[in-house]
């Protein structure tokens, strides 16, 4: 078998703030992937432009978390995914003073139905104390 084409992802980390920059951009460094600030919501990427896009820990900070879900669509290649990881539960004191949302798994697979398409359009799974929403495009 003889390789024909290489292929090279396109992977960019995209922090919400600046003060939440540092540690992304440390991450990204490491890994020579390209960091940026922008606005979660409109990111300025065309539509259809990554494979897979994926968030942690962010959408239960959200005052309109469906925002960002329409979004990540968006900006998703058909046949692509986009996937969101959120906490089950609060287990850091710290996190309650910005924690806006604790979702279900129900909330998760409306957000996630109303932008997946496709026959397994929307899949929900607890792991650790996160649920895991994924959508496909």
Do not use: Q
Not at 27 to 44: C, M
Not at 102 to 120: E, I, Q, R, W
């Amino acid at each position: 078998m003889k390789r024909v084409k290489v292929y090279t992802p396109k992977i960019v980390s995209i922090s919400l703030e600046a003060n939440r920059l540092y540690a992304n951009r440390f991450r990204a460094i490491l890994d020579g992937i390209p960091y940026t600030v922008r606005d979660v919501f409109d990111t300025g990427y065309p539509s259809k432009y990554f494979d897979a896009v994926l968030a942690e820990d962010i959408l239960e900070f959200l005052e309109e978390p469906e925002l960002l879900v329409a979004e990540m669509a968006r900006i998703t290649n058909p046949g692509g995914l986009f996937r969101i990881t959120t906490m089950l539960s609060c287990e850091h004191p710290s996190d309650l003073d910005n924690l806006i949302w604790l979702f279900d798994p129900s909330d998760l697979m409306v957000m996630f139905s109303n932008h997946a398409t496709g026959n397994k359009a929307v899949r929900v799974d607890a792991v650790g104390n996160h649920l895991v929403a994924t959508g496909w495009r």
